[in-house]
């Protein structure tokens, strides 16, 4: 039985962190609102780009608006800068959801949970997502450990953790987090050289943390955000297919984790299952990588679009 994921009008999704900014790019439109540079009128507002992902995600209903944050973006001040470049007022964050444990998503935690400044609100991650003793093996003797991010870090900065491998309902039933996503396809392998430490054993690290959240636009579908999709994106819109029972795709934005020689392999039939399932628009963020984005854009002009640092993708119904 699928989840009752409620439709709503209008879904905005601001980027606090990505790896990518072009301030005088002047391609703003209706449905893509680049960051303007000035402070008053003079051009000296910098957006900082990084190795990381962060957004505040805002859902219309009405006369009703509800937000939450998704990731925290790489470094202790990155996303937080850009939010106070940017103006945006974090107390309006009612709960906060991380797509997967790594750093390049949670090192902005502790600065971000002190904007949003209320207490008691929800932290939603899979359980995995705290897991310590993560690294990436390059070789037997060079690993390089992940910083990490616990439940006493959320606890002390006053969230309640919300440790589920299950689909998660989210700002009134209006938002969903996927939970754990099944590996369905075949070609998505996940990050061949991560592994962590458990009772002193080396494991492969699945990430079965890796997951997005999905809303649902009134008359144009699903707008699915990932935050690297470890877990593979093919993957994650089949399952939020699958958890929610609405076909129509709307959005695919996020993270595709496509970039470096290991994962070149997965660019082809990724971009072959996106042609077939037919999103109305690609949005291919942070991890995608430079090779993977141009093969998206080349192949399927009609419905890529841009993101950068700062822009506000407004999706319509």
């Known amino acids: 039985m699928s989840i009752q994921l409620g439709e709503v009008d209008r879904v905005e999704v601001l980027t606090l962190q990505d790896n990518y900014i072009d301030l005088a790019s002047m391609d703003s439109t209706e449905m893509v609102q680049r ?114 991010l616990t439940r006493d870090d959320v606890e002390k900065a006053g969230m309640t953790p919300v440790a589920t491998d299950k689909p998660h309902l989210l700002l009134d039933g209006k938002v969903l987090f996927l939970g754990e996503v099944k590996r369905t396809s075949g070609f998505e392998k996940g990050m061949p050289n991560a592994f962590y430490e458990a009772d002193g054993k080396e494991i492969k690290d699945d990430l079965e943390d890796d997951t997005a959240v999905v809303a649902n636009v009134k008359g144009k579908g699903l707008v699915i955000v990932s935050g690297c999709a470890h877990s593979g994106i093919i993957n994650t819109i089949t399952h939020a297919k699958n958890e929610t029972g609405v076909d129509q795709l709307y959005v695919v934005m996020g993270g595709f984790h496509l970039t470096g020689p290991l994962l070149e392999p997965v660019i082809e039939p990724t971009v072959n299952a996106l042609k077939d399932l037919d999103p109305t628009y690609i949005v291919p963020t942070h991890c995608t990588g430079r090779k993977a984005i141009q093969q998206i854009e080349n192949e399927m002009p009609e419905k890529f679009l841009l993101n950068m640092v700062g822009t506000r993708m407004i999706f319509a119904g």
Do not use: C, W
Request: hydrophobic share 45%; glycine share 8%; aromatic share 10%.
């Open 35 to 148: 960051a303007i540079p000035l402070k008053g009128m003079v051009f000296s507002n910098s957006i900082l780009a990084e190795h990381g992902f962060s957004s505040i995600i805002t859902i219309f209903k009405g006369e009703e608006s509800r937000s939450m944050l998704f990731d925290f973006g790489f470094s202790r001040h990155g996303a937080a800068q850009n939010a106070d470049a940017l103006n945006v007022d974090l107390s309006a964050v009612e709960v906060v959801a991380l797509s997967h444990g790594h750093s390049d998503h949670t090192g902005g935690f502790e600065l971000l949970a002190e904007k949003i400044g209320r207490k008691g609100i929800e932290f939603v991650a899979h359980p995995a997502a705290f897991r310590t003793t993560r690294y990436l093996k390059i070789t037997e003797d060079f690993k390089i450990q992940m910083p990490f």
